[in-house]
């Protein structure tokens, strides 16, 4: 009897399986797909300027600390500012942007009040609108109180993001019960006390999330500081290595310099992420009640 249950259950386990191995090598495609750009600028980086151009693609070459080198000291070492600078947007934004994701997020799920589902129907509404559409008109605004061509006119917008307070407030309606909101308020703890000690530990997975997104959205950000900014003592990585690019239509020794900054501008995403993962757990009510 116990053979035949045996039996059964493997075939079971069999029959929910009917793809085989085809699910797995379409992961393991879009893997490769997504590495294969990596793979190459990691290679890339490393050739001098003549092997940039006479070795095959994918050989290794001998120039990765002279190109580190020669990036450092170009003008000066604007490469260093330039990554000061996206630390700056990316962190403060992502900083700014989850707190006021968390906060108005966790308003919507858990208070009631007049005009709430209008200003979440409007939210939604805002997820669909594109970022492009709106960039000329935040440089206009920006252009006419003086704030163009400023360190704000790039942070100001990426703080009040829709979607990140969309996600905010699905988080803490799945994340904080009710019963134990209004147990705190029975002990007599205020809506500050409550948010600080109850919401935001329960929430911390979805704000470390919203962080990430929010992080590497601002990192990646080309267009908002592009119209933005004049001054390429204030550019992000992403519009620096543009002007290279550009430059390097005329002077092909700077794409040495192009690659090696690429690849110096993925790590800190990288290091970001193997730092952060540990955050995203799966029983978070379970960590809270024992917290």
């Not at 968390?102 to 509404?125: E, P, Q, T």
């Not at 109850?198 to 267009?223: D, E, K, R, S, Y």
């Amino acid at each position: 009897m116990a053979t035949t249950t045996l039996a059964g259950a493997g075939h079971r386990a069999r029959v929910r399986r009917p793809y085989g191995i085809a699910p797995t090598a379409i992961l393991l495609l879009g893997a490769l797909y997504c590495l294969l750009p990596v793979s190459w600028v990691l290679i890339a980086a490393t050739k001098s300027k003549a092997e940039l151009f006479s070795t095959s693609t994918f050989t290794p070459g001998t120039g990765l600390l002279s190109n580190i080198s020669d990036l450092a000291d170009y003008r000066g070492g604007v490469f260093w500012l330039w990554m000061l600078n996206t630390l700056l947007y990316a962190g403060g934004g992502a900083l700014l942007s989850t707190a006021v994701s968390a906060v108005s997020g966790y308003a919507l799920a858990k208070y009631s009040f007049r005009g709430r589902n209008l200003i979440f129907n409007l939210l939604i509404g805002g997820i669909l609108v594109p970022a492009v559409v709106l960039a000329v008109p935040q440089y206009l605004l920006f252009s006419k109180i003086g704030l163009a061509d400023t360190y704000w006119s790039v942070l100001l917008p990426q703080i009040l993001h829709p979607y990140s307070i969309y996600l905010a407030r699905i988080y803490a309606t799945a994340a904080i019960p009710d019963a134990l909101l209004e147990a705190g308020r029975i002990d007599g703890a205020g809506h500050l006390l409550l948010l600080r000690r109850v919401a935001l530990p329960l929430m911390l997975p979805g704000m470390v999330t919203i962080f990430l997104f929010q992080f590497v959205a601002i990192w990646n950000n080309f267009l908002l500081p592009f119209i933005m900014l004049g001054d390429d003592q204030k550019f992000p990585l992403t519009v620096g290595l543009y002007t290279l690019l550009a430059a390097g239509a005329n002077q092909p020794s700077l794409y040495n310099l192009i690659l090696t900054g690429t690849l110096i501008s993925i790590i800190p995403l990288i290091a970001l992420f193997l730092t952060m993962q540990r955050y995203w757990r799966t029983d978070l009510a379970g960590g809270a009640v024992k917290n």
